[in-house]
């Protein structure tokens, strides 16, 4: 049930980004977005299991091509000088959706109802409510899009619609500065976006059912293959602190049960995990009447310390969003994974259960790298290989992900010291690969010159090195 809406994702995110790159990213974007509302709407109406999991299928399909879209539409929205930090507010509102998700579930799952639906021999409960409300936040998104979004000007640029991209930026500029008017009289697209553009489109010309291949093998060639191959590797690695954050609830409940009982304050992080699992051992050995009565909700603390967690995140994303702006994407996310691996690095050492836990919170902390991660993957790509760059590369970060979780499940259960120092070990090396990118620190611009004019009346700023934009 699980690993088939995977392998969909999978395989979605790669075609919805190659749709995006010919067809248009709000156009295939609100595609994709109304097509996995319905199919999840529908799966809610599902009669049997099988139904449900190729109706999930088909919306894990659908709704995979979202975020590599949406961050593309984005950045090429957003000017230069606001891109990074607009990138880092929608990552930021993806890692609070398990916490809306939760939100919507705590007070529909309880509920009791149980209604007959004969057409389709299936009782409508509380858990097919759950399935529909999550069609929600889709429908309000895609609604929102047709309204007020409109496509990439650099898209429609690039395509060589000059008229058409300069209405979308007035239809931009007239949202955010209602009374002026916009003071552009022409577009262009820089020398190396031209230049790209054209390679690309003489290295994909040929017949249309070789586009595909040709737009997925220029990202394999000069001079776009290593930055194919780096975000990648960094999709990986950041694939490694994921592993582990789905590990955070378990542990947040095992730790609270073991204070509260008096018994934790002397364990390390390791030996609360083996507790936690020898726990889950023991109570699948019992027989059926006497587990019976144990409880199966999370601690009310436990819980907490999730919220606190997530708002660990959330402060981690907004430091890192002011860190960007001032010394770059590379240089901010570097010092931050070197910090998360050092913290899971010294949790790994034996602290006391109330340190080691911080310290491995530190380390999920993490996480948050997926927004300039994205930042940084739409950055280097031309505009005609966009979106399927950002979803090919996310791809094979999605793709080692199952080994990740796999290989965690193993290693803390068995080996947890080693588990912690590799993990940690490895996301820390995204250091070296951050470094062979190019610095995108912005330095700031000489001082302004003033020329004086040659009748001595009036001074004119001479600007010295124009900031070029994309």
Known sequence: MLAAPFVAGVVGSVVWGWLGDRRGRRRVLLGALGGAALTNAAASLAPSWQLLLLLQCATTFLGSGVYPLVMTLLSESAPRASRDRALLAVATVMLCSQGVMAGLAIPIIPLTFSYYVPALSIYWNSWRMLMLAYSLPAIVAGLGIWLFIQESPKFVLSKGDEDGAMKILKFIYKINKVDEKLQVQGLFLDSQEMATAMAGAEAGAGEAAAAGRGRVAALFRAPLRKYT???????????????????????????????????????????????????????????????????????????????????LQLIANGVLSLAVGRYGRRDSVTVLVLACGASGALAAAGAPAAVGAALYAGLVVGIVVVGPYTAIAVSLFPTHLRSLAVGLTMTGGRLCGFF?????????????????????????????????????????????????????????PLRVNKPTTD
């Open 404 to 460: 990740t979780i796999q290989l965690a499940n193993y290693l803390l259960g068995r080996h947890c010291r080693l588990g912690l120092l590799l993990f940690s070990a490895v996301f820390a090396t995204s250091a070296l690969l951050l470094r062979l990118l190019p610095s995108d620190r912005r330095r700031r611009p000489r001082v302004a010159i003033e020329s004086a004019d040659p009748s001595g009346v009036a001074l004119k």
């Open 229 to 311: 191959a780096i975000c990648t590797l960094l999709f990986i690695g950041m694939q490694f602190v994921g592993a582990f954050l789905i590990w955070l609830p378990k542990i947040s409940n095992q730790l609270t049960k073991l204070l509260q009982t008096g018994e934790g304050s002397d364990m390390t992080l390791c030996a609360i995990i083996e507790s936690s699992l020898y726990a889950e051992t023991r109570a699948l050995a019992e027989p059926a009447g006497a587990a019976s009565g144990v409880s199966c909700s999370i601690n009310v603390s436990a819980l907490l310390i999730l919220l606190a967690a997530c708002s």
